[in-house]
């Protein structure tokens, strides 16, 4: 567990890094550092890693990080970086980094800072080119500025946001639309005003690999769409990578947002260890050819059992928020679940087979919240057994599908509000303890 690029700590190894920021970045550099047999700390501002992704899906990753032994540090950030005497000599460079909760970490030998984007354009708003009050330089639908011979690209500048529309515009700092934005000014300047290209805007689809795992998303995330007050619903589903009869399948744990009423795709976001990112570029596809989420269910895409399904995971999201959208089942979100199972009235239904909920654990426990399991197998033979006086019930299985059968049969059968939990226990396990 040597480093070998710090040879001059001899027998002191493993050292001990201090990341700081838990973006893309940030989670490169804890794996890279890891893999040389450091021992790391990754310190994150908000309270979860990867802000791109919502806090469930950012849960996948950093469960895996901790599993790994990464000392993972949310919700924090560094105050100060103090000199370390525990030298007798008083040689040692070591740093020991002080938190604003005032929790001082170990010594590290190792400090990276990767604490986002900020543009740096103060030589530029000093030559006169228009700025944002954040710093983006403004540019047209040509990648020009306010000053006809200077154009710009990339991390600094402002663009359409052409999911909300209405000329929104966001800053989106990913080398992809910096590269064609690039070539796209060459070809305006180059090309005469006959040739002038237009920046459509960017949809911001962007990937991540985390040891063993992938983390993709496009579009925009819960908290993007409640600061614009627009409306959504999404789907989580745990699909497999290709078909589950053929060896090797790893789960992909999907989170499609959407509009309730017209299915405009808002965003998505996928992690797992295979075929994420092929999933959010299909969606990226869609999304800017403007289709919804029922054509997700009817796209025809490439299927052979070792790389897909016949219903891909990106049909199956399709499928599911279709249901949502067509009022074939109402959902409840994991957030909602402990709140919901602490009121009178409400049964918490898990469909799961006894051996699964043995193996796994319950889906939930305290809150006054009154659970029944009844294997869907079975459901129908033992209806009776939930109470008559019910006045709403919250269904729940391992990954959602079977919920939904369960959903579709009680909805026949019972006079209570029957509703789905999204993502079931996959997902709700992983973030019950941040409710």
């Known amino acids: 567990n040597k480093c070998s690029t710090c040879s001059e700590y001899g027998n002191k190894v493993p050292l001990h890094a201090v990341v700081a920021g838990a973006g893309f970045v940030g989670l490169e550099m804890v794996e890279q550092l890891m893999r040389r047999g450091l021992e790391v700390t990754v310190v994150e501002m908000l309270p979860q890693v990867l802000g791109p992704l919502d806090v469930e899906m950012a849960a996948i990753i950093e469960d895996d990080l901790k599993a790994k032994g990464v000392n993972v540090v949310t919700g924090d950030g560094i105050q100060e970086f103090l000199p370390f005497n525990g030298n007798e000599h008083g040689d040692d460079p070591s740093t020991v980094v002080k938190l604003k909760s005032g929790t001082l970490l170990p010594p590290a030998q190792i400090t990276i800072l990767g604490m986002g984007v900020r543009p740096d354009t103060k030589v530029v708003a000093e030559a006169g080119i228009e700025c944002t009050p954040r710093g983006h330089i403004v540019v047209n639908d040509y990648l020009q500025t306010n000053k006809a011979s200077v154009w710009a690209a990339g991390d600094a500048i402002e663009v359409l946001n052409p999911i909300v529309g209405n000329g929104d515009k966001w800053a989106v700092p990913l080398a992809g639309p910096a590269n064609r934005q690039g070539r ?12 002038m290209r237009k920046f459509k805007g960017t949809y911001a689809a962007s990937v991540v690999r985390v040891f063993e795992l992938i983390g993709a998303c496009v579009g925009m995330n ?3 769409l ?12 745990h699909p497999g990578s290709h078909a589950g009869y053929f060896p090797g399948a790893k789960s992909v744990n999907f989170k499609l947002l959407f509009h309730p009423t017209t299915g405009q795709i808002w965003g998505a976001q996928a992690v797992g260890e295979e075929g994420v990112e092929k999933r959010i570029d299909v969606i990226s596809t869609a999304m800017q050819g403007n289709l919804t989420v029922e054509d997700l269910a009817e796209l025809e895409l490439c299927y052979a059992p070792p790389v897909g399904s016949a219903k891909d995971p990106v049909n199956i999201a399709g499928m599911a ?9 109402e959902q409840v979100d994991w957030k909602e679940l402990k709140k919901a199972a602490s009121l009178p009235g409400v049964v918490i239904l898990d469909v799961r087979n006894p051996g699964e909920i043995e193996k796994s654990g319950p889906l939930i426990e305290g809150c006054n919240a009154k659970t029944i399991n009844i294997p869907l197998d079975n459901l129908r033979a033992r209806v009776a057994e939930i ?4 006045e709403r019930i919250i269904v729940s299985c391992a990954s959602g599908q079977r919920a939904y059968y369960a959903c579709r049969i009680l909805m026949q059968t019972q006079s209570a509000k029957v509703e789905n939990l999204s993502g079931a226990f996959k997902t709700f396990s992983r973030v019950s303890e941040r409710v």
């Open 387 to 390: 109470p008559a006086d019910t």
């Open 222 to 224: 819960e908290k993007m």
């Open 184 to 195: 796209m000014i060459a070809d305006n300047i180059f090309g005469g005003e006959k040739k």
């Open 321 to 329: 928020a279709l249901n949502v959208l067509e009022g074939l089942v």
């Open 226 to 237: 409640s600061a614009k007050q627009l409306p959504f619903a999404s789907v989580h589903v």
